[in-house]
């Protein structure tokens, strides 16, 4: 690494913190600040318009675990998790096993499946809208020709989850497949080579060298899905808004219903939410730090 | 025996996976050219009976879409533009220029990667509406001109930078100005490029921040625009479809065109 002189002019200190002061500006007015205020916000009660009023404390943090409603959205965001980053992430080892063997012709499908990546939140949940319409759905004319269906995808309370996680993983398939196939790359193919030679056939090549190999991706993808899951929102409030009968409210779902939906202003009871959100998500991170750093030597 | 049965099974699966997952793409391309008598019927048609470009011109009627594909272009480029500068600046101190507590200066750009914007989202609506920027272009990119993510690769990069030929730039009288932007920009284009596509791609496709700061559907970015479209017309998916064609146009291109770009960048951290 280039080291600047040891006794610089005192020119070149300031010029460092002038290009530095863009990026620390905007990082203060619009991460530092906001993290205060969220905190600030979720200590104070709030008027009609959402202006904070008097000092409450802990007030809205003791509504908020006294209150069934709040534990089932804690448990709606977990099943969430759960059905988006399993389904996910195995959906697309095997994928990525499948293109990495040695089956002829199959490379080109390698980019058909990195197209999900293109698509935004919005625009695939509005595909998936299309698909899961009961009257002129997709997905349910595809059902009939299978004589099967047809199926209340979004309307019925215990399967909404399940279709807006369905939308999910197929949205986010594009980035996991790239990302395990840039992980079966790193992978020497002096290793699969000898293990060949060796007489390793695809599965066992698979389950002995290759998924053993990709730890360290595969570990990286699961926390980056779960934080991504823990922050899903479009998709959320353009299939379903958090229903039917709450079936798909979760913790982000929440603060935006709290703050923003139908003119609501209750800015107080959402930030505590958020605040529960930052605390999951830091978790989160921090479970990945501290795994990584074990795992990965950053030079 | 064995070996080739095994090799079929994989085709087939890798065949029916296929199928699914490109189901969805299929329909935005063909189903953008489908009449309600192929789409708003039951079951709709797999294969087209006859194709028309009437949903397109049917969209823009419905919401101003050629005024809010603007706004998206003109709200991701200047994001994309503004951040590949903050980020060239900031990582250039970091890496070339002495820095008194530079490891706590680069701990604060990590630890902006770790915010999930959703937790600071409700202050930041406050700040933005009291400043009277709601509604308004500076509104939508003035949260997102810097970036955690885009100087960390950067600084990545730059430490890589061979120290003779800074040297080199030195002796030749270089100052620090010359040297970043006539020497040190030129040759870390691959980088620059892949944090290009990636701040487009999620400036592009945001959805949460412009939902809530915009108003009136002439200041609505083009993603707020199709949920638009799937609300007032549910009974017409050819329109919706047709929409969402247009939305995925400049991001279709850069994902398939800018592939080797995007897996350079791909681990480095999440950004959507």
Known sequence: MPRPPSSSPPAEKVLAWVYLLPSLAVFALFLGYPLYRTFYLSAHGNDLFGAPTRFVGLDHYTALFGSAEFYRTLLTTALFVLLTVVPGVLGALVLVLLLEGRLRGVRVLRSAFALPFAFSVASAAVVFGVFYNPATGVLNGLLSHLRLGPAAWLTDPHHALVSVALATVWLNLGYNVLVLSAGVGSIGSEITEAARLDGAGGWRLARSITVPLLGPHLFFLVVVSTINALQSFGQINILTRGGPDHATSTLVYDVYDKAFANGSSDFGAASARAVVLLVVVLACTAVQFGVLERKVHYA | ?272
């Not at chain 2, 199709?226 to 007032?232: F, G, I, K, R, V």
């Open chain 2, 1 to 272: 025996m064995n070996r080739v049965l095994g090799g079929l099974a994989a085709y087939l699966l890798l065949g029916v996976a296929a199928l699914t997952v490109l189901l969805p793409v299929y329909y935005v391309l063909v189903g953008a050219f489908m009449g309600p008598g192929d789409l708003a019927v039951y079951p709709p048609a797999v294969v087209p009976h006859h194709l028309t470009t009437g949903n397109f011109a049917a969209a823009a009627r419905a919401v101003p879409l050629a005024r809010q594909y603007l706004n998206s272009v003109l709200v991701a480029g200047v994001i994309t533009a503004a951040q590949l500068l903050t980020s060239v600046l900031a990582a250039y101190a970091l890496v070339f220029l002495p820095l008194r507590g530079r490891g706590a200066v680069f701990g604060v750009f990590l630890a902006t990667l770790m915010v999930p914007w959703e937790a600071v989202i409700i202050p930041n609506y406050l700040t933005v509406s009291d400043w009277g920027l709601a509604n308004s272009y500076f509104g939508l990119v003035l949260p997102f001109l810097a970036s955690g993510f885009g100087t960390f690769m950067l600084r990545q990069s730059f430490r890589q930078f061979p120290a003779e030929l800074r040297d080199a730039a030195r002796i030749d009288g270089a100052g620090h100005w010359r040297f970043l932007w006539r020497i040190l920009v030129p040759l870390n284009k691959p980088s620059l490029a892949a944090i290009a596509i990636y701040v487009f791609l999620s400036a592009w496709n945001q959805y949460f921040w412009p939902l809530i700061i915009t108003r009136t559907p002439q200041m609505q970015t083009v993603q707020i625009g199709l949920t638009s479209l799937s609300y007032a017309d549910a009974a017409d998916p050819g329109l919706i479809l047709a929409g969402v064609l247009l939305s995925l146009l400049p991001t279709l291109a850069l994902v398939v065109l800018g592939q080797r770009f995007i897996v350079r960048g791909l681990t480095a951290g999440a950004v959507r």
